[in-house]
C-alpha cells in the first residue's frame, strides 16, 4: 500500500459562530474542485472482515478494487467489539476465516503434561530474563509470554536435562519466543543418555519460522519424536545468524503411555486482535486491493443518468473523490445507503439490548447486566500461566433515538455498569444488531438460510442500484441478522457479495462526467467555509479534479 503524508484539512470560517442566527440550519460553502484519487470497478466502504472478504473475492473475480477503512485497522467487527471467538459448531471454511481463527503457535502445548525433571546450562542465563534455582522457569509450566515465562542466554547455549530414573519416552518439545535479528532459535540438536556419559543423537530440529516475524505473547515450538528409553536429554540450542540471543519458554519431555488431552478438553482460544489486523491486511495485499486507513465515506457521487458513480471520502488530507460502478457499504450501520434515497425503518425510541465483552480472570457478575462466559474452554492467553476467560455481557439502554450522540451515552453506560476491577482487557465498542434495517429490493422475514442460500435482492435498497449492504442492516429478521453477523458467515456472505458486485461493475460501462450529491437547501448564513483540499497523491499526473 502507498504511504501518503498526513495533512490536517485546514478549515477556514469566515464569520464568528456566536454571529450565526439562530434560524440557521445549514452554513453555504462555495463550489470547489475534489480530487479524484481512485477510479476503480467496485468501493468497499468499511474494513470489517466481511468487506475485507468482498473486497478480495471482487478482485479474484478480475475488478479493480478500492478499500477506505474508517478506523486505523482493519477487522473492526472483531477487534473493537471483541467478538474474537467462535461459538459452537462453527467452523471456519474460506481460507481468509482458517487464517483469522487458526490456533495460534503453541496451542496444542496447553494441557500436556510432561514429566518433571532437573537440568542445568552451560552457560548463566542472562540479562533481565534470568533463570531462578528456587523455580526453575524452563520446567515450571508457564510460558505465556517473553518478558515474564523465558529464560535469556546469549548465544548457544546446551541445556542437560536429568528426569531422575530411566524413562520411555515419545517425545520432546522446545518453546521459544522470537523476534526476528534481535532472539532467535535456528534449531534445537536432541540427544539422549542413559548414564550421562554416553550420548545418543535423537533428532535436530529447524525452525520453520525463523525470520517469519515476532513470537512474543505466542511460542515457536520445536518438536521431535523420542521414542528411546534415557534418564538425559541434552538440548544443544543454536541461535539465528543475525540474533544475538535467544529466549526459551519451556522443554516439555512426555512420557510414553502418557495421555496427551483430547481436542475437545483443549481450550479454544480467541483470535488475537493483531493477528486479525495482520491477516486482513495481507488478504488485501495479495489480493493486489489497494485501501487506506482513516477514511470516511461523507458523500457518493452520482453521474449524468442519477446512478451511483462512487463516493467521496475524508481523512487527514481532506476530501478525494473515489469513482466506482459499484458501492459496498460493509459499515455497520449502514452509513452510505442512508446518504442516498434508500428507506430504513426508524430506530426505536426507548429499551436497546447491547453487548459488552469484558476478559478477566474473576470477573464478577453485575445488577441489571446479563453475564455469559463464552465458554469454559475460550482464552483470551495462550500458555502455562495467568489464562484469562471472555465474558459476554448482555445489557438493556435506553435510547432515544439512533443518533451520534445517543450512541456515545449508552457506551458510557455500558462501560459504567460492566466496569470490574479484575479485568484485563474489554471491547472498544459496543455491539448492537441494528434495530432499524433499511427496505431492501428483497425480504427474508423468516430464520437465517445460510450465506449460501440468502437471496442477495435482502442486501439492495429498494430503488436503489449499484449499491449493496453488507453488514445488520440487510433486509432480513433480526434473529437472521444476529447469525449472519457471526463472523464465519459475515465473511461467507461478503464473498459472495464480492463476487456478484464484481460481476454487475464489469458488464457497466464508466462514465467520465461524476458529480457529489447535492446537499438539501435550507436556511444558510451569509459567510463561507472552506477547507484546504489536497489530493493523496499529489504527484500523480493522471488524477483529474471533479
Not at 2 to 31: G, Q, Y
Amino acid at each position: 500500500m502507498r504511504s501518503f503524508r498526513f495533512k490536517m484539512a485546514v478549515v477556514c470560517v469566515f464569520f464568528c459562530a456566536a454571529c450565526l442566527p439562530a434560524s440557521a440550519i445549514v452554513v453555504n460553502e462555495s463550489a470547489r474542485d475534489i480530487p479524484l484519487t481512485y477510479d476503480v470497478d467496485v468501493v468497499v466502504v468499511g474494513g470489517s472482515s466481511a468487506g475485507v472478504a468482498a473486497a478480495v473475492e471482487a478482485a479474484k473475480s478480475g475488478a479493480k478494487v478500492f478499500l477506505a477503512a474508517p478506523r486505523p485497522y482493519l477487522g473492526e467487527d472483531l477487534c473493537s467489539t471483541y467478538r474474537l471467538w467462535l461459538e459452537e459448531g462453527e467452523e471456519p471454511e474460506s481460507e481468509l476465516a482458517k487464517e483469522l481463527f487458526k490456533a495460534p503457535p503453541g496451542a496444542d502445548m496447553v494441557g500436556l503434561k510432561g514429566v518433571s525433571f532437573i537440568y542445568r546450562a552451560d552457560k548463566p542465563s542472562a540479562g533481565v530474563h534470568k533463570d531462578s534455582a528456587s523455580a526453575p522457569k524452563l520446567s515450571d509450566g508457564r510460558w505465556d509470554n517473553a518478558p515474564r515465562y523465558s529464560v535469556q542466554y546469549d548465544g548457544d547455549v546446551t541445556i542437560e536435562a536429568d528426569l531422575g530414573e530411566l524413562r520411555q519416552l515419545s517425545d520432546v518439545h522446545v518453546l521459544a519466543f522470537q523476534r526476528n535479528d534481535d532472539f532467535e532459535v535456528a534449531d534445537a540438536a536432541i540427544s539422549c543418555s542413559s548414564d550421562g556419559q554416553n550420548w545418543i543423537s535423537v533428532a535436530t530440529v529447524k525452525n520453520e519460522r525463523l525470520g517469519q516475524g515476532s513470537f512474543e505473547e505466542t511460542v515457536i515450538v520445536l518438536s521431535a519424536p523420542a521414542d528411546v528409553r534415557a534418564r538425559y536429554l541434552r538440548f544443544a540450542l543454536h541461535k539465528g545468524a543475525n540474533a544475538s540471543r535467544i529466549l526459551i519458554g519451556e522443554i516439555i519431555i512426555a512420557e510414553a503411555g502418557s495421555s496427551s488431552p483430547d481436542e475437545s478438553d483443549r481450550p479454544r482460544f480467541m483470535a488475537r486482535p493483531m493477528d486479525v489486523k495482520r491477516a486482513l491486511d495481507r488478504a488485501l495485499l495479495d489480493a493486489g486491493v489497494e485501501f487506506l486507513f482513516g477514511c470516511y465515506a461523507t458523500n457518493i457521487l452520482k453521474d449524468a443518468e442519477g446512478n451511483i458513480a462512487g463516493i467521496v471520502m475524508t481523512n487527514r488530507s481532506g476530501r478525494q473523490a473515489v469513482k466506482a460502478k459499484v458501492v459496498i457499504d460493509a459499515t455497520a450501520r449502514g452509513a452510505v445507503a442512508r446518504m442516498t434515497e434508500a428507506a430504513f425503518a426508524v430506530y426505536p425510541k426507548g429499551p436497546q439490548t447491547f453487548w459488552r465483552v469484558v476478559v478477566g480472570d474473576d470477573i464478577q457478575s453485575k445488577p441489571s447486566v446479563e453475564s455469559r462466559k463464552v465458554s469454559a474452554a475460550v482464552q483470551a492467553r495462550v500458555g502455562g500461566g495467568r489464562r484469562f476467560e471472555a465474558v459476554d455481557q448482555k445489557l438493556t439502554i435506553d435510547m432515544a433515538d439512533g443518533s451520534f450522540a445517543s450512541f456515545a451515552r449508552a457506551e458510557q453506560v455500558a462501560r459504567d455498569r460492566t466496569f470490574d476491577l479484575s479485568q484485563a482487557d474489554s471491547s472498544e465498542v459496543l455491539f448492537q444488531t441494528p434495530p432499524d434495517p433499511m427496505i431492501g429490493a428483497k425480504r427474508s422475514t423468516g430464520r437465517w438460510v445460510g450465506a449460501s442460500r440468502i437471496d442477495l435482492g435482502v442486501f439492495h435498497p429498494a430503488g436503489v442500484d449499484r449499491i449493496y449492504v453488507l453488514g445488520g442492516c440487510a433486509d432480513i429478521s433480526r434473529k437472521a441478522a444476529e447469525k449472519m453477523l457471526r463472523p464465519v458467515e459475515f465473511m461467507a456472505v461478503g464473498s459472495r457479495i464480492g463476487k456478484a458486485a464484481a460481476g454487475e461493475a464489469l458488464g457497466l460501462k464508466g462514465t467520465r462526467d461524476v458529480k457529489p450529491l447535492a446537499r438539501k437547501a435550507g436556511a444558510s448564513t451569509g459567510g463561507d467555509v472552506a477547507e484546504v483540499i489536497e489530493d493523496i497523491y499529489p504527484r500523480r499526473k493522471e488524477l483529474r479534479n471533479i
